[in-house]
């Protein structure tokens, strides 16, 4: 068993170093060093590399990491080329009518989405979790700073367990305080508009275009003819244009979640 966690702890405590000191010497957060000590994360190539010359270790941490990487079951065939427009990406626009997007996705909500399915192992389940939240910290944390723009049907936000569905909206809210972070959410009073049929995304790339992505139950595939890219080009302006604005969007997800704290309300919530 791979014991990077394990030896990460014991090498910045042999240091005295704290998880503050070692975040801001690598240049990451402290979640991102919190999560490599407790597994739910793997550090990227770069990043084992800039811990490695920061705890003089030569490459232990690097070879750790490696190994660790191998151990995992990657992400689904068909995402990997998703991951790489991801990455590369200036600017990254998500409609989601029923689920928070997987970028926004707390770990506890990742793994009730995941084991829902009831079509994965336990074990599949903790791998799917752990590729979600490092391509969190992949794309969300790039230095080229992307600019992200979500919108989200407001039928997504009341969706899971109560002690689950609050701090996923804790969690929204707090994203959509980043200044390249804009969260929209289409109220209920928009009724029938052009995102009732399914969920996408579309990413801009500095001198190569656009192109989108959109899933079914199985799997999902990139969308790269200029004619289809128009039409989920489309669907963004309308559905975008019933949105609300980022500041309202925010204010109703406080909303909702006060109304947890709130029986009488948490009640209303669960009739049909």
């Not at 979640?31 to 994360?41: D, G, N, P, W, Y």
């Not at 990491?65 to 991801?86: C, L, T």
């Not at 799997?219 to 128009?230: D, F, H, K, L």
């Amino acid at each position: 068993m791979n014991n990077l966690p394990a030896r990460l702890k014991e090498l910045r405590a042999d240091r005295g170093v704290t998880q503050d000191q070692m975040a801001e010497a690598v240049q990451v957060s402290k979640s991102l060093i919190a999560a490599f000590e407790t597994a739910r994360l793997i550090p990227k190539e770069d990043t084992a590399a800039a811990i490695d010359a920061f705890l003089d270790t030569g490459d232990e941490i690097q070879e750790l990491s490696a190994e660790a990487r191998k151990d995992r079951r990657p992400a689904p065939s068909w995402f990997r080329p998703w991951q790489n427009v991801e990455e590369m990406a200036t600017i990254l626009r998500y409609f989601q009518p029923t689920l928070i997007p997987g970028l926004l996705q707390t770990e506890a909500y990742a793994r009730a989405i995941f084991a829902s399915t009831g079509m994965l192992s336990d074990d599949e389940v903790a791998d799917r979790v752990a590729n979600r939240m490092e391509r969190q910290a992949t794309i969300l944390d790039r230095a080229d700073r992307p600019t992200f723009a979500f919108i989200i049907d407001a039928a997504a936000l009341r969706y899971g367990p109560p002690e689950i569905a609050k701090d996923q909206l804790l969690h929204l809210a707090d994203a959509s305080i980043r200044s390249n972070v804009f969260v929209h959410v289409v109220p209920d009073s928009a009724g029938l508009h052009a995102g009732r049929s399914g969920s996408f995304v579309l990413a801009s790339m500095e001198g190569s275009g656009t192109v989108g992505l959109v899933e079914d139950f199985y799997e999902g595939r990139v969308i790269a003819e200029p004619t289809r890219v128009t039409g989920l080009e489309r669907a963004w302006q309308t559905i975008a244009a019933v949105a609300l604005p980022c500041d309202q969007s925010r204010n109703l997800i406080l909303r909702l979640v006060n109304d947890y704290d709130d029986p009488a309300a948490e009640l209303a919530q669960g009739q049909p």
